[in-house]
């Protein structure tokens, strides 16, 4: 599918250039070696050495689509869900990919750890787990079965757990069996990965040649810059898998595993919800409540737009913070996991729910990911730190490109600078978390902990907010931009046409 899709995106930018190579283009530019402005006229015979604002967009596009479709590995959705779900699943990812790459990799990372750490466990098996195993355990590919009904998605704690008590026999699946579930291959990821390699080495050439690029390619640039760690993370995850692999259980008994409903990122909306104890629970539930003044005040269209945008943006806010919370809740429940009895008292059928059957979890929840310990997210947080600096940074890259006003230029500046400076504040975040462990108790402690409670809450409402302000805010400004582009823009390199590319 990813082959056939970069294919079409090539017949249908070759078509559309070989029609669009006969329009002249007048184009006026100041050469470094010329004492005055070079005017160039191009003839049908010279315009392959130009491109058009199509050329440039359409590289960008395709470019932008291997990295927030084509890179990211979604997990195993629930089974039987419609291809329409599906469809929207993938565009979510995509969306967030866009927006906010660096969470995306720090999804990927979690699992990359996670699916080593599997893989490196003795299961005292013949056949020896690689990274791809562990992918697989980890995005839902085991789903246990009691005969014919399904028992709940297998995650890393429970299959060593039934694996322990011998409920189950350890599956004899190979590598080559995952791989052959996935919807992609090598040629596949390696067309998406040359195509991205083909676009940063477009972009270092022509600034090596004093041409100019547009903003468009230099965001595509940060998008094609941060793609290579996800490529490097995912590499061995199986692609758009559908269909779970049955285990099946070796006692006729019914297992059931009633876990805290916070572990597992369920939330009642109130304290009298009714939840039979055999309910399904398949993903989290988001609440999002907004309490109605008993006398409303007219207000302007102005505050309401105001309101509307500031609510988006913390409902975005909050489902990233979920994102990131997710791994470390799995990674609670996972542990909880490993000391559960039978004896766990429950609630009244009629009362709000203590526990959940975890055996009827039929898949796991968004963005998860198994961390081995602490350090290591640490180490992860710190990396995906810097990556976002790193993203930033090359946006402000177009600290002096041409703009079609000044206040474009000074927007453009203000929020590249938002977004390589607002991880310096989660890195002071993360040190403060650290100190903490060293300060004891006391007044030191107290100054502290304050301090930290302080700059995690400015860091969670008002810098995350302002960081996908600014995003979209830029994502919006590399279009309108196109508008008005410096002449020299629209010079095209010859030889680095001829490399493999879409």
């Known amino acids: 599918m990813t082959i056939l899709v970069l294919l079409v995106l090539l017949l249908y930018r070759s078509s559309v250039t070989s029609v669009s190579a006969t329009s002249p283009v007048d184009l006026t530019f100041a050469r470094a070696d010329a004492a005055s402005p070079v005017t160039l006229t191009p003839t049908p015979h010279t315009s392959p050495d130009l491109r058009s604002i199509w050329n440039i967009t359409s590289s960008c596009l395709t470019t932008i689509f291997a990295c927030s479709w084509v890179s990211v590995h979604p997990d195993i959705p629930p089974m039987g869900q ?30 990359w750890f996670g699916a080593r750490d599997i893989a490196n466990t003795d299961y005292g098996s013949d056949i020896k787990w690689t990274r791809t195993h562990g992918h697989f355990l980890q995005m839902g590919g085991f789903m246990l079965y009691n005969g014919k009904e399904p028992r709940g998605v297998v995650c890393h704690a429970r299959f060593k757990y039934l694996l322990e008590t011998n409920r189950i026999a350890f599956p004899e699946v190979t590598e080559d069996e995952i791989l052959d579930r996935s919807k992609s291959d090598g040629l596949g990821k390696t067309l998406a990965a040359g195509q991205t390699a083909w676009f940063i080495l ?85 609440i999002v409540s907004f309490q109605t003044p008993e006398k409303s005040t007219p207000a302007s269209s102005t505050n309401i737009a105001i309101q509307s945008v500031w609510r988006l943006l913390q409902v975005i806010s909050r489902r990233l913070h979920s994102l990131k919370e997710n791994a ?65 940074g090359i946006h402000c890259g177009g600290w002096f490109f041409h703009f079609p006003s000044t206040a474009e230029l000074w927007i453009w500046r203000s929020c590249s600078l938002l977004i390589a400076g607002i991880p310096i504040c989660y890195i002071a975040v993360e040190a403060l978390w650290k100190t903490k462990e060293y300060t004891g108790y006391g007044l030191r402690y107290n100054i502290t902990q304050h301090l930290y409670n302080s700059l995690n809450f400015f860091f969670s409402y008002v ?18 931009a196109m508008r008005d582009m410096s002449p020299d823009v629209y010079v095209d390199i010859n030889w680095i046409t001829f490399l493999p590319h879409v």
């Open 202 to 286: 477009q972009c270092i050439v022509r600034k090596s040649q004093g041409l100019g690029i547009t903003e468009l390619e230099l965001a595509t640039l940060a998008f094609a810059a941060l793609n290579i760690f996800m490529y490097i993370f995912w590499w061995d995850k199986p692609f758009d898998v559908r269909i779970p692999i049955p285990v099946q259980l070796l006692e006729t008994q019914p297992q059931r595993v009633f876990l805290p409903y916070y572990l597992i990122g369920y939330e009642p909306a109130s304290s009298t919800l009714t939840l039979p104890l055999d309910a399904t629970i398949s993903h989290n539930i988001e």
């Open 82 to 111: 419609n291809w329409r779900r599906n469809a929207l699943r993938r565009l979510e990812y995509m969306v967030w990919t866009i927006l906010t790459p660096e969470m995306v990799i720090l999804w990927a990372a979690r699992q």
């Open 328 to 392: 470390s809740q799995i990674q609670e429940f996972e542990e909880y996991y490993e000391h559960l009895h039978d004896d766990i008292p429950l609630a009244g059928e009629f009362e709000r729910p203590m526990y959940i059957d975890y055996t009827k979890l039929m898949k796991l929840p968004p963005y998860y990911a198994r961390m081995t310990n602490m350090k290591d997210e640490r180490l992860i947080n710190l990396f995906i730190a810097v990556i976002a600096m790193v993203f930033g």
């Open 463 to 480: 810098c995350v907010p302002l960081y996908i302000l600014a995003r979209v805010v830029l994502v919006v400004e590399v279009f309108i």
